[in-house]
């Protein structure tokens, strides 16, 4: 009994202690797993920072693509359930004949074959995180069982009686609404209600543009490692290029185009490009842009070795950097005597 009682002492101090830390914005690496100055990326760390450290049930929408389960991962990894089993679950993916016996497991004799009893997935995350990956694709049916363990957080194994406590966290993820699945009669509403307690939208790339050329860098860098290749530098005219095309498969296929780069396969053309398709303007100002970020980053948000670099005046920088929206303070503390 004193074992159990210092366990789950222990248990609501490091609970408590997550929560204080999330409040006062304690050092993670969000930054680095989700990547991104832009409004909505901004918004979303610090919802993760807040929702993370609770027990509360997610439902994450977002594009195909966008890292709905880098923002599964991150909520479990800010929880007090971090040192237990995180288990994601492809809804799409699971056999249909053995569905049930996969997710809540068997007893012994239960149907043919099933010689000996078996945990499902949902025991062995006990403790821990249940990512059900595309939740939308799951079938009614199923739904209906779903949704009495997600309420009463107890499963019953194909042929046992008794029924099993389950402490899990439930993260569910759709690249659709599924409020407009329920209006469809494709997904059960009171499961919906269920866990959407929280609900985070992960941005398309397309709705924080400002954030692909520091992501297509880091993502060159992540693959250069990977591949155990020289890092290969990213000019501004790439870097232009990339900021200018439509990503439809978002990071996914970003990652993709950040391979082949480190790999040194040059960036095709997007099928869409025509001549004079997109406007000179735009990709003259695209170019312009990513000049001067990348040359202040390169002294540390410093303006006077900018200017000078780039045969600038003081005011002519200054203006671009308006025009462009650029915050220096966001490529390094400044420090320039007089500014």
């Known amino acids: 009994v004193k074992i159990v009682s210092r366990a789950l002492a222990y248990r609501g101090v490091v609970l408590e202690n997550r929560v204080l830390r999330a409040a006062a914005g304690q050092a993670d690496d969000l930054e680095t797993r989700l990547v991104g100055r832009s409004t909505a990326m901004i918004d979303l760390r610090r919802r993760l920072r807040t929702i993370g450290p609770t027990d509360a049930d997610v439902l994450i929408v977002g594009e195909t693509g966008t890292g709905k389960e880098v923002v599964a991962r991150a909520l479990h990894d800010l929880s007090p359930r971090a040192r237990r089993p995180f288990i994601a679950i492809d809804c799409a993916a699971l056999p249909g004949a053995l569905i049930e016996s996969e997710l809540f497991g068997h007893e012994a004799g239960a149907f043919p074959g099933a010689l000996r009893a078996r945990y499902g997935k949902f025991e062995h995350a006990k403790g821990g995180t249940i990512l059900l990956d595309e939740i939308g694709s799951m079938p009614l049916d199923l739904q209906a069982k779903l949704l009495r363990v997600v309420q ?183 420090g320039d005597e007089g500014e």
């Open 152 to 334: 009463d957080r107890v499963i019953t194994p194909l042929g046992s009686n008794e029924d099993r406590a389950l402490d899990v966290r439930f993260i569910a993820t759709s690249r659709r609404p599924l409020e407009d699945e329920a209006l469809a009669g494709r997904f059960r509403a009171d499961l919906l209600y269920r866990l959407n307690v929280v609900t985070l939208h992960v941005p398309p790339l397309s709705a924080r543009r400002e954030d692909v050329q520091l992501l297509f860098i880091k993502l060159v860098q992540e693959a250069a490692a990977r591949h155990q290749r020289p890092l290969a530098p990213v000019p501004p005219q790439l870097l232009a290029e990339v900021a200018s095309r439509d990503w439809p498969g978002n990071v996914r296929e970003l990652r993709n185009a950040a391979d082949r780069h480190a790999l040194g396969i040059a960036l095709q053309p997007a099928e869409e490009d025509a001549p004079g398709q997109a406007r000179l303007a735009q990709r003259v100002a695209a170019f312009e842009r990513e000049l001067i970020v990348s040359t202040l980053a390169a002294h540390g948000g410093r303006l006077k070795p900018v200017y000078e670099t780039l045969g600038l005046s003081r005011k002519s920088l200054w203006e671009k950097m308006q025009k462009h929206r650029i915050d220096k303070a966001l490529y390094g503390d400044g």
